[in-house]
């Protein structure tokens, strides 16, 4: 399986914070927003990724990632001219894609839960053998902002409604997406809204109409964050503070990752961590001299 960070977008509602960069550039805590992205796809097995961004903010992506092999993974990287909706970004991946199952995520999106490395990586298996679709569902306050599964009482899905202003139900399908090899093929049927986007919703929505679409839910033990207004940016800051000085762990440290995948070993991490004071890289520095 191969993964897709969207990290395109104006960012308009971070504006002026985002008028000469990039918002998945932004620092949340103590990394760059998009290295949190990443880490989920780097949690699910994934490691050939794709990362779309504008043309201005493509070039900062480059220079903070490289080609991946810090972190025991390939990246590349593709050009959004102008955004039309999430599911477009299937459609500038085609080539990247190919003949690939695929799993986008939303480069200001935050993913954190005991467990959730065991649901990822079961996506990707249901993904592959099954040629399922799989989307995520999170409980929140306001889901007339998202786009929102309905449930029939059996507790299957019946329909996904995008920015319904009457909800039928609190789960919003949060940004996360797991497909099977016809994405791209679907992706090309959809019609642009009346908002002049491809939508995602309309995309999952052919799967459901086919009875091969799953949500997986995430419950009470897992926290969601969408970083895309000052109040969240700040709240997801917090909470990644906490999380971290509470237990030493670090949230989406990427290398750590690929250690504990077995992409990189302790001496692959030693070159690293060479001139590098920074509390990141201290905690690399004590890994690598753990026993």
Same mark, same amino acid.
């Given at each position: 399986?191969?993964?897709?960070? @969207?990290?395109?977008?104006?960012?308009?509602?971070?504006?002026?914070?985002?008028?000469?960069?990039?918002k998945?550039?932004l620092?949340? +805590?103590?990394k760059?927003m998009?290295? +949190?992205?990443l880490?989920?796809l780097?949690l699910? #097995?994934? $490691?050939?990724?794709?990362?779309?961004s504008?043309?201005?903010?493509l070039p900062?992506?480059?220079?903070?990632?490289?080609d !991946?092999?810090?972190y025991?993974?390939?990246?590349s990287?593709?050009?959004?001219?102008?955004?039309q909706?999430?599911a477009?970004?299937?459609?500038?991946?085609?080539?990247?894609?190919?003949d690939?199952?695929?799993c986008?995520?939303? #480069?200001d999106n935050?993913?954190y839960g *005991? #467990?959730?490395?065991?649901k990822l990586?079961?996506?990707?298996i249901?993904?592959?053998? *099954?040629?399922?679709?799989?989307v995520y569902?999170?409980t929140?306050?306001?889901?007339e902002?998202?786009g929102?599964?309905?449930?029939n009482a059996e507790?299957?899905v019946i329909?996904?409604q995008?920015?319904?202003?009457k909800?039928?139900?609190n789960f919003a399908?949060? !940004?996360?997406y797991f497909?099977?090899k016809?994405?791209?093929?679907?992706a090309?049927t959809l019609?642009?809204?009346? $908002? #002049?986007e491809l939508e995602i919703t309309?995309l999952?929505n052919?799967?459901l109409?086919?009875?091969n679409?799953?949500?997986?839910t995430?419950?009470?033990g897992?926290?969601w964050l969408?970083t895309?207004t000052h109040?969240?940016l700040?709240?997801?800051?917090?909470?990644v503070?906490?999380?971290?000085?509470?237990t030493? @762990?670090?949230?989406?440290c990427l290398?750590?990752?690929g250690?504990?995948?077995?992409?990189l070993s302790k001496?692959?991490?030693a070159?690293q961590?060479?001139n590098?004071?920074?509390e990141y +890289?201290?905690?690399?520095?004590d890994?690598v001299?753990a026993?």
């Open positions: 399986m191969k993964g897709i960070i @969207l990290a395109g977008g104006a960012g308009t509602r971070l504006h002026p914070l985002t008028l000469a960069i990039s998945q550039l620092p949340v +805590y103590d760059p998009i290295y +949190y992205p880490s989920v780097m699910a #097995g994934i $490691r050939e990724i794709l990362v779309i504008t043309v201005r903010d900062l992506f480059e220079q903070l990632l490289g !991946g092999s810090l025991g993974i390939s990246l990287y593709a050009v959004q001219e102008k955004p909706g999430i477009q970004a299937f459609l500038i991946a085609e080539d990247f894609i190919k690939s199952e695929v986008l995520i939303l #480069g935050i993913f *005991n #467990g959730l490395q065991k990586q079961q996506s990707v249901d993904t592959i053998e *099954n040629q399922q679709a799989t569902g999170y929140v306050k306001d889901p902002r998202y929102v599964v309905s449930f507790g299957k329909d996904i995008e920015k319904p202003k909800p039928s139900s399908v949060v !940004g996360i497909y099977p016809d994405v791209v093929a679907k090309k019609t642009a809204s009346l $908002r #002049g309309d999952n052919l799967y109409q086919q009875d679409l799953m949500v997986q995430l419950g009470r897992f926290a969408d895309g109040e969240s700040v709240e997801a800051t917090e909470f503070k906490a999380v971290e000085n509470r030493g @762990l670090k949230i989406a290398q750590e990752i250690l504990q995948n077995n992409w001496q692959d991490l070159k961590i060479q590098n004071t920074s +890289y201290k905690y690399i520095k890994i001299e026993k």
